[in-house]
């Protein structure tokens, strides 16, 4: 058989080529992107905080409204194949960033898992690590950087 037959859809096909489907399966379900962010005026480096979405289930760190989530949250990047090399701030583990720097996934992705637990499991996901937006000011969001995120 063709060796290039046998690599899996993300080592063989590019990002436009994907389906929907596969896309959408990249994702491993961390959460971290749905942290609030700041960024520093001057050096314009991010900063990622505890502080989640409103719209983030901080349980199964899944968006709880993944269809409209470009509507009810302005501030939601919906990651596409033409975008995505100009968001910078993607966190180093996320399974967009690493396909699209031609790097290997992780072995808790549930692509090659085949389980959705195991990015919990790992200690990826931001479950158990963070809060809603709804409890904390705005001007607070400072007190809640963390560097847990890379
Ligand atoms: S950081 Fe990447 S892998 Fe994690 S939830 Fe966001 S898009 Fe998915
Ligand atoms: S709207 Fe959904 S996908 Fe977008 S940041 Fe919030 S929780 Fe994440």
């Not at 609030?36 to 409204?65: G, I, M, P």
């Not at 389980?115 to 790992?122: F, I, N, P, Q, T």
């Not at 931001?126 to 809603?132: A, D, E, I, N, Y």
């Amino acid at each position: 058989m063709n060796a290039a037959l046998t690599k899996p859809f993300w080592e063989r096909k590019s990002l436009a080529e994907m389906t929907t489907a596969e896309w959408e399966s990249l994702c491993d379900g961390c959460g971290r992107c749905c942290l609030a962010k700041l960024q520093d005026e001057e050096t314009d480096e991010v900063y990622f905080t505890s502080v989640a979405c409103q719209l983030l289930d901080t349980d199964s760190c899944r968006c709880t409204n993944y269809p409209k989530r470009l509507q009810l949250v302005p501030d939601c990047v919906g990651l596409t194949p033409d975008n995505l090399a100009e968001i910078s701030w993607l966190p180093s583990t996320c399974g967009y960033r690493l396909v699209a720097e031609g790097k290997p996934l992780y072995d808790w992705h549930p692509l090659l898992s085949g389980s959705h637990k195991s990015v919990h499991e790992a200690g990826i996901s931001v479950r158990g690590r963070v809060l809603s937006e709804s409890f904390v000011h705005e001007d607070d969001l400072e007190d809640h950087i963390i560097h847990w995120i890379d």
